[in-house]
């Protein structure tokens, strides 16, 4: 089955990511904190972490209200799921910095050699 898009299977998952939100009544910030603990008691990779990096910043969650999720979800997900979640939140955390470093040398390169 061909696609219009040349990257059907995030297009999708962003149509759904979309219609949830739509759906959903409650305040960015819950909405984040949920799915980070959603995405802990199903042992999500780093990778689904990273998707929600930039909504976590945008909905102003700070590193010790991600921490209190993971406390308070650990009696019920247990201990490793927990560990493995938090050691994926700093591995997503760590990709995005990087990326964000490179973003900014290339602009500040991109600046210098224009000028500016």
């Known amino acids: 089955?061909?696609?219009a898009s040349d990257a059907p299977v995030l297009d999708t998952?962003?149509?759904?990511?979309?219609?949830s939100?739509?759906?959903c009544g409650m305040d960015n910030r819950?909405?984040?904190?949920?799915r980070i603990a959603a995405l802990a008691?199903?042992?999500?990779?780093?990778?689904?972490?990273?998707?929600h990096v930039?909504?976590?910043v945008k909905a102003n969650l700070t590193v010790d209200q991600v921490q209190d999720v993971l406390v308070a979800i650990a009696p019920v997900v247990g201990t490793a799921r927990v560990m493995a979640a938090a050691g994926h939140i700093t591995e997503a955390l760590g990709f995005a910095i990087a990326v964000?470093?490179?973003?900014?040398?290339?602009?500040?390169?991109?600046?210098?050699?224009?000028?500016?």
């Open 1 to 3: 089955m061909a696609t």
């Open 13 to 19: 998952l962003a149509a759904m990511t979309i219609d």
């Open 21 to 23: 939100i739509e759906r």
């Open 30 to 34: 819950t909405l984040i904190l949920t």
């Open 41 to 51: 008691a199903m042992d999500a990779p780093a990778v689904s972490y990273l998707a």
């Open 54 to 56: 930039d909504p976590a």
């Open 100 to 116: 964000a470093d490179s973003d900014a040398e290339a602009m500040a390169a991109a600046q210098s050699r224009s000028g500016s």
